[in-house]
């Protein structure tokens, strides 16, 4: 999640992602893969992104 809230991302066990942007849930889903700190995308249209994991990352797992 962005400090402003703009962007939330689910990354499940199963190795799939779920998008939420700008209050549009669902914005875009797809596939992703965790290198160190590197976490590629590609989603379901086919459209390939990369990004960061920083040390303030907040990570949860549903349900807890």
Known sequence: ???????HQEL?????????RGGRTHA???RFWIDGDR????????????????RATNCTTPGT
Do not use: C, K, N, P
């Not at 499940?12 to 939420?20: F, L, N, P, Q, V």
């Not at 976490?39 to 920083?54: C, E, I, N, T």
């Open 28 to 30: 875009y889903q797809g």
């Open 39 to 54: 976490v590629d995308y590609l989603d379901d249209l086919v459209f390939r992104a990369y990004g960061g994991v920083s």
């Open 12 to 20: 499940t066990a199963d190795g799939r992602y779920d998008e939420t």
């Open 1 to 7: 999640m962005t400090r402003t809230g703009f962007l």
